[in-house]
């Protein structure tokens, strides 16, 4: 017998993939942060910090920490292309395919659909999914959820080892 209802199931496969997409945005800022720390070269830049910002810190590796903080704070959120634009330091590293960025693209804007518009087709989802009619709720099944997050799996897992070559990054499995 069937604990849910097809509703409540809908509703909580939707959850379930807004929360790992959610996750993979969150994995590319925390990945950012650890390449800043262990290479605070790539934090250079001609932005300016205000005097307040640098006697605050107790030292260079205080400041290193709170202006990583910052650039991250500061990072564009839902779409992998804009974050690679502005993030040299992961597109340089080449482990995201043209095809793979789309499809993450389209994962991160059936994420939104799913945060911001409870499913409900909007013309934005559709110029990414134009099969969708406006207005009707887009239904993933655990089938095609499972698909998605294998994509990002591997993505995740191309990154990880050239961002660990590239950069030395230490690996932490706690």
């Not at 849910?4 to 996750?23: G, P, Q, Y």
């Not at 974050?83 to 059936?110: G, R, Y």
């Not at 934005?124 to 999914?129: C, D, G, H, N, P």
């Not at 997050?149 to 591997?154: G, R």
């Amino acid at each position: 017998e069937d604990v849910f209802k097809d509703e409540e199931r809908e509703i909580l496969l939707r959850v379930l993939f807004s929360s790992c997409a959610d996750n993979f945005e969150t994995y590319m800022s925390d990945l950012l942060f650890e390449i800043y720390l262990a290479n605070p070269q790539t934090l250079k830049s001609q932005e300016q910090v205000t005097v307040n910002e640098v006697l605050n810190c107790s030292d260079l590796d205080d400041f290193i920490v709170m202006y990583a903080h910052k650039k991250i704070s500061k990072l564009q959120r839902g779409s992998v292309k804009a974050f690679l634009n502005e993030n040299k330091q992961i597109s340089i590293l080449n482990a995201i395919s043209e095809n793979e960025q789309k499809e993450v693209e389209k994962i991160l804007q059936i994420r939104h659909l799913y945060s911001h518009r409870n499913g409900l087709v909007d013309e934005k989802f559709q110029q990414y999914f134009p099969e969708t009619i406006l207005g009707r709720r887009y239904n993933l099944d655990i089938d095609q959820i499972a698909e998605k997050l294998k994509i990002l799996i591997c993505v995740v897992n191309n990154i990880d080892k050239s961002a660990i070559t590239k950069y030395s990054l230490s690996i932490d499995f706690e």
